[in-house]
């Protein structure tokens, strides 16, 4: 793939050595990994040169399965696989495209150290690893362990994602770590957490194609997961789909209904039809008395929730609220599923609640084409949430039980103590540790916070406060890598081995079919280099490559919820097309597409679920009369990635979006401010004033407008309010105004 590479004649002791400082105090250069292990050297031996061989796409959740066709070892293609249980031979622009990527020039292909004059410079992967060590064991001495964090991603492999929480957390004594599924799921994570007892998404792709009546709620398929769409068109019995979001998407225009709600107005409208549901007696009074917990006072708290009101704040007509309710009492089967327009929201968790009571009261739980189901966004959010040792203790465990402490220092080898006894910073907390100088170091993985978080200015200017940055990234060129102070250069999706968890719990396989360019290393390559350098190689002794760690994990699972002790080794994901959790040792056979609850059994200790709520709140920044509009953010296009760090590196997928930045404005609301069609405008909030081209559109209502997240200005608009629970950014409201950029001119003229 890379011709680069193929020139590269540094031996290979200078590209992976490092002078090790020996007993006696001699240094010596040693080889810190073999040749050919992960990350170097060619494909591995036991993938035939000339095959096929599939493994998982590395963008979203859906975890599409691609044939990568290799030559002389080295990838030259790729197909959607049709024999896959998720894709079934279709895949999006972006995983057609998902080779192309990798050969664009601005990789990172050595370690780049910032120098006197403040300049990035290329270094030796021994001195960025001594810089790494010094700086932030220097700021820990002078400030204390806690004053390292780092921030990390849904979209490195599991095993590597294991291995950094490790490392941080046990061997370089770092309490305070996140990741950018905060961002993203940590919404349904709580939710589910709360009602079930784990989190549990419980659904199998086969969902979709199995329910009569699907509601989506703030979930645009069509986009963001084109091929779960796919799944939704396979359906036989021709089903009612209802859209509830504020816009009118792809999906929405493809739904039997839509429900235009005014944003943030969701949780009224649930509790309304839990209302309706109850006193019509459309509910399913056995599944509630067998398996469920709170229900009297949910009726009771319900009476607070009369359709006018339900009316009144979501906009909606009484018609539709009692329609809305009825498709759900006619169907047989009922699927409810969401995506940000739930999770980013100032009462996301509840929100998400509001969505399994529905589920809980109807008894759409644990049968075919039924659910509560939060679908996931990013390749690897599940394996983030069961493994990253950030928000919960390695295998869903618990950091402050005692108990799980001492199980998994016990399957790790470790005294028990260096696991900290205390739940780390979310993400937010982090940046206010920042803020108040009790962070002073950060690292920042796979992931483009200062293009993507919250207030973005507010975080460039924090970044800067930092004593020490390191960004460990596939591209030198992120708006984060421009304020590193050390650049570590990654391998990327194709170029490692490892697993990946899907939306739907299923474990698939990335694999090595290209070589990472330049001195590129797979990000599990430098954290072990990185627990060498920093002294606590010792802790990690048995974790000498993906599949050893996967070995770890599965015992690190074993007896939870997501115990996989029954999935053998990687051959075994191979041969199955993945597998989902749980798959304990010793289960019957199972199928290849499964789902959670047939049994009624919730994880609680009383195995019942619980129906949770709470009155709703109105939005932190609703407009005035200064900013009158709101503004919506989400996924623009299928072929953008989030801050398009890979997706801007194709010319196929350039040719399918605007490359330059626009926002969606109704006609009222354009004829109102003056505003013409493509004409330039400045979109202004009380923290920021960016410039974009006016898409003038029915797809938003009055008083909306919609930027996609994929341009890097967005974030200088957005407010910083959280979901007090999940701590997720509520990044689809704020208050904002459109203006015209100087006078109107005609493309034709
Ligand atoms: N092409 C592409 N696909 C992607 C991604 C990508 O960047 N590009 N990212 C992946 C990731 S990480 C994620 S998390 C998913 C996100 O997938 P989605 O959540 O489906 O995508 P979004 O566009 O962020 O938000 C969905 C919808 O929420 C609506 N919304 C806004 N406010 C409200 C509200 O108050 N109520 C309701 N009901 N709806 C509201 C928006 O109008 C929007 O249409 O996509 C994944 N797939
Ligand atoms: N306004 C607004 N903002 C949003 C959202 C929104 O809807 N509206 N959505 C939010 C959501 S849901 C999400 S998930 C976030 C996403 O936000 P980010 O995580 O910041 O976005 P990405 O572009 O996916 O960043 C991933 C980074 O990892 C790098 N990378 C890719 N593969 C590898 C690898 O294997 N190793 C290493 N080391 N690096 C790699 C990429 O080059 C890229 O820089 O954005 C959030 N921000
Ligand atoms: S839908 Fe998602 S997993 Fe499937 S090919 Fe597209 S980006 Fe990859
Ligand atoms: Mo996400």
Redesign the pocket.
């Known amino acids: 793939m890379n011709k680069r590479d193929a020139n590269d004649k540094t031996p290979l002791s200078e590209r992976l050595g490092a002078l090790i400082r020996q007993r006696d105090g001699k240094l010596t250069r040693e080889l810190l990994l073999a040749p050919g292990q992960f990350g170097l050297g060619k494909v591995p031996a036991n993938r035939l040169p000339d095959a096929t061989t599939t493994m998982v796409c590395g963008?979203?959740?859906?975890g599409c399965g691609l044939n990568v066709h290799l030559k002389g070892g080295e990838a030259i293609g790729l197909t959607p696989a049709t024999d896959y249980p998720v894709n079934l031979g279709a895949a999006?622009p972006?995983g057609w495209e998902a080779l192309t990527v990798l050969s664009a020039g601005d990789r990172a292909t050595t370690p780049l150290a910032r120098n006197a004059l403040g300049r990035l410079e290329p270094v030796d992967w021994e001195t960025a690893l001594r810089i790494f060590c010094d700086r932030f064991q220097a700021i820990q001495r002078a400030h204390g362990p806690e004053s390292v964090a780092f921030l990390s991603t849904?979209q490195i492999a599991t095993e590597e994602m294991a291995l950094l929480g490790s490392l941080a957390k046990f061997g370089m004594g770092i309490v305070h770590g996140d990741g950018?599924t905060r961002?993203?799921?940590a919404t349904a994570v709580v939710a589910y957490k709360q009602a079930f007892g784990f989190d549990a998404p419980p659904y199998t792709y086969r969902d979709f194609e199995e329910s009569d009546v699907l509601v989506l709620?703030?979930?645009?398929?069509c986009?963001?997961?084109?091929i779960l769409w796919e799944r939704v068109c396979r359906n036989p019995h021709d089903p009612r789909i209802v859209v509830?979001?504020?816009?009118t998407?792809e999906?929405?225009m493809a739904a039997t209904t839509h429900l235009a709600?005014?944003?943030?107005?969701?949780l009224t409208l649930f509790y309304g039809v839990a209302r309706i549901l109850i006193r019509e007696g459309w509910i399913d009074g056995d599944f509630i008395d067998a398996h469920t917990t709170g229900f009297e006072e949910f009726k009771e708290f319900l009476f607070d929730y009369p359709i006018h009101r339900v009316t009144k704040f979501t906009g909606l007509s009484e018609r539709q609220v009692i329609e809305f309710a009825r498709a759900i009492h006619e169907g047989r089967r009922v699927s409810f599923w969401?995506?940000?327009?739930?999770?980013?929201?100032h009462e996301g968790v509840r929100?998400a609640q509001s969505l399994i009571n529905l589920a809980l009261l109807t008894g759409n739980i644990g049968r075919p084409g039924t659910g509560a189901n939060s679908?996931?966004?990013?390749c690897n959010?599940m394996g983030s949430r069961l493994f990253s040792n950030t928000t919960n203790l390695l295998g869903g465990h618990d950091f402050l039980n005692p108990d799980h402490r001492r199980k998994v220092a016990a399957i790790l080898g470790i005294d028990a103590a260096r696991i900290p006894d205390r739940n780390s910073w979310a993400y937010p907390e982090i940046v206010e540790g920042i803020r108040d100088g009790k962070i002073k170091g950060l690292w920042v993985i796979a992931t483009n916070p200062a293009h993507s978080w919250i207030d973005q200015g507010d975080l460039h200017e924090l970044l800067g406060r930092l004593d020490f940055l390191v960004v460990q990234d596939m591209y030198a060129t992120t708006e984060t890598a421009q304020h590193a102070d050390l650049l570590l250069p990654a391998a990327a999706w194709g170029e490692k081995d490892g697993t990946l968890i899907n939306s739907e719990r299923r474990i698939g396989l990335v694999k090595k079919v290209a070589r990472a360019p330049g001195q590129a290393l797979a990000d599990f390559v430098i954290f072990k280099l990185i627990a060498r350098a920093w002294g606590c190689e010792a802790m990690f002794q048995d974790w000498t490559d993906p599949e050893a760690v996967f070995q770890i994990l599965k015992e690190l699972s074993r007896g939870q919820p997501c115990d996989i002790t029954g999935i053998e080794d990687y051959r075994m994901l191979d041969a199955r097309g993945g597998l989902q959790w749980p798959y304990p040792a010793g289960a019957a056979p199972a199928g290849i597409e499964r789902r959670l609850f047939e049994d009624g059994m919730f994880y609680h200790p009383d195995r019942r679920a619980k129906f949770l709520f709470e009155p709703t709140r109105p939005m932190p920044e609703p407009p005035d009369h200064q900013f009158p509009l709101l503004l919506?953010?989400?996924?623009?296009?299928?072929?953008?990635?989030?801050t398009q760090t890979r997706?801007k590196k194709s010319a196929v997928l350039r040719k399918l979006y605007p490359q330059e930045v626009y926002v969606e404005i109704n006609p009222e609301d354009a004829r109102r401010c003056g505003i013409r069609p493509n004409q330039m405008v400045s979109v202004e909030s009380p923290r920021g004033k960016i410039k974009a081209k006016a898409a003038v559109t029915y797809a938003v209502r009055p008083g909306q407008v919609?930027l996609?997240?994929?341009y890097e200005v967005v974030n200088q608009l957005t407010h910083p309010s959280f979901d007090p629970y999940s701590k997720q950014p509520s990044?689809?409201?704020c208050a904002v105004r459109v203006r015209p950029l100087g006078p109107w001119k005609s493309l034709h003229p």
């Open positions: 963008y979203c959740s859906t999006c972006k849904g950018n961002q993203c799921m709620v703030g979930a645009n398929l986009v963001a997961h084109p509830v979001d504020p816009r998407t999906t929405a709600i005014r944003p943030k107005s969701d969401w995506t940000m327009g739930v999770n980013q929201s929100t679908i996931t966004g990013q959010a919506l953010t989400g996924r623009g296009s299928v072929a953008q990635w989030h997706t919609f996609p997240m994929h990044y689809k409201a």
